[in-house]
């Protein structure tokens, strides 16, 4: 099984969706002034902000089309490494019996490709988006206020990673065991304010922000003195425009994709809480604690 899809990798990388990269595009207030950029109804758009650079990637989570997009791709690429078999298998009968003759280890026979063990990689992986730490919105002339304004297809996303590049090293940590999903609409610039500076509370297994950093490490800290106070709001050039606080809600477990650091967000007041390694959707639960009273009211109940 794992050299069948060792093997579909290349193909399947090939086939692999251009939609999100197609669409994603970073947004500069420059550009929306001077009429070169336009806000599109049809598209979504995530605003960003905080007192330094940022440097994460979202993952949009699959919806219909999606789903019915990598169907269609993994039944082309299955057709292929299907029809590429039959070369394969006699390309090594032909070296088998050339190995039995020389006295050599044959190399072993290549798995036939079935519907079980075929795989042309992870949906969820398909439509990312990455924000920062380049082509800001716009920033301050003292560079302690830095904005970005994505334009992404509409959807619902997840906070998948942050990233770094102290040392010109890259770095990450992929928040796999605990994250943030918000929605994005069409026509409505999302607000996630300063979150990633601000958003989360308190984890033992997250670093304390140093006094001093570079400005690319900013994105794997939270500044305690700040945690709690996360602060939304738009700058004139957009304020015209819908625009709503994102949403956020506590989202379980993700695949480490790229194999690096496995990590969780940190708790977030009100939205996401950890029982071990259980994610709390606190929100959820909030509401279904007001659920039954609203639905008594709603029938009648108790007159």
């Known amino acids: 099984m794992i050299r069948t899809l060792i093997a579909a990798s290349a193909l ?16 500069e207030e420059k550009n929306l002034l001077s009429g070169k950029a336009k806000i599109d109804p049809a598209s979504g758009y995530i605003f960003l902000s905080g007192p330094a650079r940022q440097w994460i990637e979202l993952l949009r989570l699959p919806d219909a089309e999606a789903i019915a997009e990598y169907e269609k791709d993994w039944a082309k690429a299955f057709a292929q490494v299907r029809a590429d078999y039959p070369g394969k298998l006699k390309n090594w009968e032909v070296h088998l019996l050339a190995a039995h003759r020389q006295g050599r280890k044959p190399r072993e026979k290549p ?3 079935t519907a079980e063990n075929f795989a ?5 992986a398909r439509q990312p988006v990455f924000i920062g730490p380049q082509f800001v919105f716009s920033k301050s002339d003292t560079s302690d206020s830095v904005s970005y304004l994505m334009k992404v297809k509409p959807g619902r996303y997840v906070v998948y990673r ?26 409505v610039i999302t607000d996630l304010g300063d979150f990633f500076f601000a958003g989360p509370g308190g984890d ?13 490490e900013a994105g794997l800290y939270r500044p305690a003195s700040k945690a709690g ?36 967000m940190p708790p977030v007041a009100g939205v996401l809480a950890y029982d071990r390694d259980k994610v709390i959707d606190l929100k959820a639960k909030a509401e279904e604690a007001v659920a039954p009273p609203l639905e008594a009211a709603a029938t009648g109940a108790g007159n």
């Open 12 to 27: 399947a990388a090939a086939l692999m969706s251009p939609t999100a990269s197609a669409q994603n595009e970073a947004v």
């Open 111 to 113: 798995i036939e490709p």
């Open 120 to 124: 042309i990689g992870p949906i969820e």
């Open 162 to 187: 942050q990233l770094s590049a102290p040392n010109n090293g890259l770095i990450g940590m992929c928040f796999c065991m605990g994250t943030i999903a918000f929605e994005v609409k069409p026509g």
């Open 204 to 216: 033992p297994a997250f670093p304390a922000r140093p006094d001093k950093m570079q400005g690319s």
């Open 229 to 264: 106070t996360l602060t939304f709001g738009l700058p004139p050039s957009l304020r015209d425009y819908p625009t709503a606080p994102a949403d956020l809600r506590a989202y379980g477990k993700l695949d480490n994709f790229y194999g690096i650091t496995v990590g969780r």
